[in-house]
């Protein structure tokens, strides 16, 4: 067997392998053989029929299994010589493979890098306080009260935190929206709708509720609405300014529950101060996962900024289509139509290809640290996989269990997935902690 190696760039390498004609023959004898000892031929029991008549009754069977055996032995013997770290077969080019004769067989791979992990001990991590203010405390509180609020029809302008019952019509240049969106008519007219005055989340028209404040019932006004540039949910409005004319229907403010016996058992506390504490408790554990997720993305972070490192090209696409997916399935449930995609595909893929990039390398880094740190995935790890992933989907673990060991590729990527997060843990476990003080948050309105 001769091996030639041929470096297409630092991760991707050609392989031609040529193995002269009793190394063909080997394999090819091989081949009849395996398949005589389940061949069915009148007159000759399985295993007894003549090499010759084997090869010519199931010719197809023969050259087939033949030409793979060929490829894996050429594929087998080259890495043994060459001794590489293969990550993807990229390619597979045969030349004429015949029993008598020489073959030929070039394959295109990309291997795992060489680089070596830089010191991580010098890696630092800030964390926020995880003991809750009693402002923190309130604004929940607040929040409990606000979801079980009532709204009563209030004889005064409207107010910040008030609903507003309207109708309203829209035009762009003197047409009308429902001309310009047909299948979008809320953003042109509606006879009756509820808003939020200054609320935190804004409705379908960008701007409406901010512009509510001090209206009363029977108030009319044309307010100008300029939509954003880049307006997904209907791009003919993108950029364009609009002029909507308002009538107020009826303003409601929002009446808090009191605390009281009632709205204590609502919330399973007896009283104030088991409710407080309730909540305290509650954001403890909230503060303490924003920790660690902000822990191991500023530890991945630091990291991948000290090293510098070629990523496979085959690696590289295949997490650009996993991110591609992620990202549009995100954005088709928040109503982006599909039609923007196929206008915007030129951008969305230069962008998802530099995250699955940044993806790859981090994740060569991290297998690494894994390798020189002799981390490895327990049955306990892979239990534990299961359960989670039983209660995410409602499925029972031993029918996902049983999934898993039936596929290697997803039972692979598990526990990739699995070496990964165990050598960030690792990681964090490594790095230096600072406690810094956050922001006050702002207290609740009334």
């Known amino acids: 067997m001769n091996v030639q190696l041929t470096s297409v760039s630092a991760t991707r390498k050609s392989l031609t392998v040529t193995l002269d004609p009793s190394e063909v023959a080997v394999e090819h004898q091989a081949v009849i053989g395996e398949i005589s000892k389940y061949a069915r031929i009148p007159g000759f029991r399985p295993g007894k029929a003549p090499a010759a008549m084997v090869a010519k009754k199931f010719s197809k069977e023969v050259a087939d299994e033949f030409k793979e055996k060929i490829v894996a032995r050429a594929y087998r013997g080259a890495l043994e010589e060459q001794k590489l770290d293969v990550l993807n077969v990229v390619n597979v080019e045969e030349g004429k493979i015949e029993a008598g004769a020489s073959a030929s067989v070039t394959i295109t791979v990309d291997v795992r890098p060489e680089f070596t992990v830089p010191d991580f001990s010098g890696l630092t991590t800030e964390v926020a306080p995880t003991e809750a203010t009693d402002a923190e405390v ?28 309207l109708g309203y019509e829209g035009k762009i240049d003197g047409a009308p929206i429902t001309d310009l969106a047909p299948d979008k008519q809320l953003y042109g007219k509606a006879p009756q709708t509820w808003e939020e005055v200054e609320g935190a989340q804004e409705g379908i028209i960008p701007g409406l509720g901010q512009n509510l404040a001090g209206l009363k019932t029977g108030d009319k006004k044309d307010l100008t609405i300029t939509f954003p540039a880049e307006f997904a949910p209907v791009p003919a409005l993108a950029g364009k300014t609009a002029i909507y004319a308002l009538e107020v229907q009826e303003v409601r403010e929002r009446v808090l529950p009191p605390l009281d016996a009632e709205f204590f058992k609502s919330q399973q506390a007896d009283d104030l101060a088991g409710l407080q504490t309730q909540v305290r408790n509650n954001l403890k554990l909230q503060k303490e996962h924003q920790n660690r997720v902000a822990q191991r993305r500023q530890v991945t972070e630091q990291l991948a900024a000290q090293v510098d490192i070629p990523v496979p090209d085959s690696l590289v696409e295949a997490e650009t289509q996993g991110v591609l997916r992620q990202f549009i399935e995100d954005q088709m449930r928040r109503g982006v139509p599909q039609e ?33 740190e002799k981390i490895q995935v327990t049955n306990d790890d892979i239990n534990n996989h299961l359960y989670r992933e039983a209660m995410r989907s409602g499925q029972k673990p031993d029918k996902l269990a049983k999934a898993l060991g039936s596929d290697r590729a997803q039972l692979r990527a598990v526990q990739e997935s699995i070496i990964f997060d165990k050598a960030v843990d690792f990681l964090v476990s490594k790095a230096k902690l600072t406690t810094v003080q956050p922001k006050a948050p702002a207290g609740p309105t009334t």
Do not use: M, T
């Open 138 to 165: 309130d604004v929940v509180i607040h929040g409990l009260r606000s979801e079980r609020a009532d709204f009563k029809p209030a004889e005064r302008a409207a107010q910040k935190g008030d609903y507003v019952k």
């Open 340 to 372: 923007q995609f196929e206008k915007d595909k030129v951008e969305l893929f230069a962008g998802a290809r530099k995250a699955a990039a940044s993806r790859v390398k981090l994740q060569l880094i991290l297998a690494k640290i894994a390798e020189n």
